[in-house]
């Protein structure tokens, strides 16, 4: 097995998805990070690299100089890909200027500040032929793709309604100073054109998506900047239509007090319904009109059994509990397992495949762009 190089681009002292990808990335040992632009600010970037053990000469003060740098190397030692954990009006220049260097990207969410620019993306995947993921890490929790799963085998029959909800709390008062994670998020110049709706509800709609199997082609939208001087949405209430007549309801908000991450979905089809939450991971509710309900139990063989893909992402035993940290780990992992497919002139397999990449990407983006008109024009159906 190829061990990948990873770059990294972000992840900063004091930041905070950035750590999470380095121990994602390093879970199964067949990804090592070697070299980072880690900060804004040069000399941050720098105590990060002695902080991570890094050889100095591969820690870089900006992305372009990491290129630049990594580039100059013989072909064996330079990274393989980069991990784009900077905000998010960032993420486009670098994932286009990495892939176009000859780096495959795994990128963080919503991929890009405005739509044009992720379709702009998309070429440029299209054109560089690069791996690219997409960090929406719920969709990789080993339940969530049993459920996908039991959606796919028609156990549930004709899906009729999904409902996905998103609360978090940690916004709810402007506070002096924002913190280092707020600051940006606030702001339109960094955030894009959606501030609760652009940082959370993308994940909702993804993984509302993920496990029906059916897109969303029309939203119906209520945004509100609740605290007095916020200049983006930091709640939303968005009706769904999707393809094949179901329907659903989305609600995300970072201004309900002492939600903490209370991502959860319930979705029902004309047999079944199955429900499960972010917070309690590694269960999944089926529900049925005519029998009692079942409660699937994460790393029991009848799981993998029914899910390959599950199966495939689960690495300890029952009761032991997984989370979003082995989430990441998951996408890592399949993002990995393509780049070496590639490199070993291979068909990556579908459980290779399955990880969010450009085509979540764009999605994410018309999404934003659908329920922000929406609402600014009055609650009006939008297509997506
Ligand atoms: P953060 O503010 O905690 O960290 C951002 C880091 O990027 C800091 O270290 C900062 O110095 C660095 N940075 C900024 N511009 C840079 C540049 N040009 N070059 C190098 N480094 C630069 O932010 P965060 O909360 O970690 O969020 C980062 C991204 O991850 C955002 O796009 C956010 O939406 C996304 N995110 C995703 C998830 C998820 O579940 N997938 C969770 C949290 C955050």
């Not at 990294?8 to 067949?30: C, L, N, P, S, Y």
């Not at 070993?344 to 399955?354: G, S, V, Y």
């Amino acid at each position: 097995m190829r061990i990948l190089k990873m770059g990294q681009v972000g992840g900063g002292i004091g930041a905070f998805i950035g750590e999470i990808h380095r121990k994602a990335a390093r879970m199964d040992g067949t990804i090592e990070v070697v070299a980072g632009a880690f900060d804004i600010v040069p000399a941050r970037s720098l105590e990060m690299g002695k902080i991570l053990g890094l050889n100095p000469k591969r820690v870089y003060t900006t992305y372009e100089e990491m290129i630049k740098g990594e580039l100059a190397l013989p072909k064996d030692e330079r990274i393989d890909f980069v991990s784009v954990c900077t905000p998010n009006h960032t993420h486009y220049p670098i994932a286009k200027a990495c892939m176009e260097a000859g780096f495959h990207v795994m990128c963080e969410k919503p991929m890009t500040l405005t739509l044009e620019e992720a379709i702009d993306l998309q070429q440029t995947v299209k054109k560089t032929k690069k791996v690219f993921g997409l960090m929406h890490g719920y969709t990789a929790f080993p339940m969530v793709k049993l459920a996908r799963d039991m959606v796919w085998q028609g156990d549930l029959g004709k899906i009729r309604k999904v409902v996905v909800q998103y609360p978090q709390g940690w916004l709810f008062e402007k506070t002096k100073r924002e913190n280092m994670q707020a600051s940006w998020r606030v702001d339109p110049k960094t955030s894009g054109i959606a501030g609760c709706m652009g940082d959370i509800g993308t994940h909702a709609a993804n993984i509302a998506e993920y496990v029906s199997g059916l897109k969303i082609t029309e939203v119906l939208a209520d945004l509100t900047k609740f605290v007095p001087g916020r200049l983006l949405d930091d709640d939303g209430n968005v009706l769904l239509h999707f393809e094949k007549g179901a329907k659903g309801v989305l609600h995300a908000s970072q201004i309900s007090p002492g939600e903490e991450n209370n991502i959860a979905f319930w979705i029902y089809g004309e047999k079944r319904g199955l429900e499960w939450h972010e917070e309690n991971p590694n269960y999944l509710h089926v529900y049925s009109q005519t029998a009692p309900e079942e409660v699937w139990k994460r790393g029991n063989a009848y799981v993998a059994a029914k899910s390959a893909a599950a199966g495939r992402a689960t690495r300890t035993p029952g009761g032991h509990p997984e989370a979003f940290i082995e989430a990441f780990a998951n996408n890592y992992m399949n993002f990995g397992d393509t780049i070496r497919a590639k490199l070993e002139r291979r068909k990556p397999t579908e459980l290779e495949l399955d990880f969010p990449g450009i085509e979540a990407g764009v999605r994410g983006m018309k999404f934003i762009q659908a329920v922000v008109s929406s609402s600014a024009e009055g609650n009006v159906w939008k297509k997506i």
